[in-house]
């Protein structure tokens, strides 16, 4: 496995619409490594999520995971933790109107935080990486958490989902002027 390089905002794979991946090649050594790496990359950045043009690899797969924290404080969406997952050629139904608002940082956009409102509820058709057709229902911040690496897929950066740039903070900022006002996605995407 490879710590792989992440790619940095103004680099323009990560404002490309990424190319879907044939399900019959889901199998590849090729991809399987990239899933590996990709794992191992979200881990050595602690990140929450990581999706592939995120290293370069303008392809529609994304990986994500978060065990949940035991010290969460009065923070219900750290609390339930991201179920490990590797999506290949993910599509997302909202399931209701209902947006919330909720804090994102990115790895491509380094201490960096912002409040985006994203759907609560979602349905995610994909494949996962043994190449099955897979559904499933997300909520809070797990479904945040596809929404957000979905988007990188289509070339979209969370700035482009706020609602003002009011919210937009540096980490340390963050940690001065903002924790215990509302904080969910403190990790990077
Ligand atoms: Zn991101």
């Known amino acids: 496995m490879a710590i792989l390089k992440v790619a940095r905002m103004g680099h323009p794979v990560l404002r490309a619409r990424a190319r879907a991946i044939d399900p019959g090649a889901i199998s590849s050594s090729r991809v399987q490594q990239l899933i590996d790496d990709m794992f191992e990359t979200m881990h050595e950045y602690q990140g929450v999520g990581l999706a592939a043009p995120q290293v370069h690899e303008s392809v529609r797969v994304?990986?994500?995971?978060f065990a949940p924290e035991e010290d969460e404080g009065d923070e219900p969406s750290r609390a339930q933790g991201v179920p490990k997952m590797a999506l290949i050629n993910p599509e997302i139904t909202p399931l209701s109107q209902e947006t919330?608002?909720?804090?994102?940082?990115?790895?491509?956009i380094p201490d960096i935080r912002g409040r985006v409102p994203r759907a609560r509820q979602i349905l995610v058709r994909a494949y996962d990486r043994r190449g099955r057709p897979i559904e499933m229902k997300a909520t809070g911040f797990t479904a945040r958490v596809i929404q957000h690496e979905t988007d990188h897929l289509d070339?979209?950066?969370f700035f482009?989902?706020?609602r003002s740039f009011e919210t937009l903070t540096f980490l340390d900022e963050f940690g001065r002027y903002w924790t215990g006002t509302d904080v969910g996605a403190v990790k990077a995407e």
């Not at 919330?100 to 491509?108: N, T």
């Open 155 to 157: 070339g979209v950066l």
């Open 100 to 108: 919330v608002e909720d804090w994102e940082g990115c790895l491509s």
């Open 160 to 162: 482009d989902r706020m």
């Open 62 to 65: 994304f990986v994500a995971g």
